[in-house]
């Protein structure tokens, strides 16, 4: 995996570095190792994949309110969506900026989003499908957007 920080604190991009062959590539996705050596949280709780018909579908910006925040790792696993994080932790440097990336399954990028922070994409194609690991149980009591 190589790991690369965005311009937002906290926040980090996702590549995978394929082991090729003739048949095709392996690649890690995801390493408790490698995110814990970079100070990230490596809680996963559950996974969820959000399922998109149509091109221009907006999803976001959702968070969840304290004590129920999530980090996230999302990737677009089929298709193409355009992603924006926006930084809600008052105390950040970064407080209230933003920052938008192409995930889609031809770069297989994924964006390490943190605790505090709102997340939400516009598809770039139809039937796009975005997976998500998420280090907090759903609380709906604490959703937000």
Not at 55 to 83: N, Y
Not at 123 to 144: H, K, N
Request: hydrophobic residues 40%; glycine residues 8%; contains cysteine.
């Amino acid at each position: 995996m190589i790991l690369a920080a965005t311009r937002l604190a906290g926040a980090w991009l996702i590549d995978i570095e394929p082991r090729e062959d003739e048949r095709g590539f392996f690649a890690r996705t995801w390493c408790r190792q490698e995110l814990s050596a970079q100070g990230l949280d490596t809680e996963i709780a559950q996974e969820s994949l959000s399922f998109n018909r149509r091109r221009g579908t907006v999803r976001g910006l959702h968070f969840q309110r304290p004590p129920h925040e999530e980090t996230k790792i999302a990737r677009c696993v089929r298709g193409a969506i355009f992603d924006v994080i926006v930084d809600l932790r008052p105390s950040s440097a970064t407080y209230l900026g933003w920052q938008g990336f192409e995930l889609s399954a031809d770069n297989r990028r994924a964006i390490y989003i943190p605790k505090g922070f709102a997340h939400g994409f516009q598809t770039l194609t139809d039937d796009a499908e975005v997976a998500y690991q998420i280090s907090a149980f759903y609380a709906p009591e604490a959703a937000a957007g």
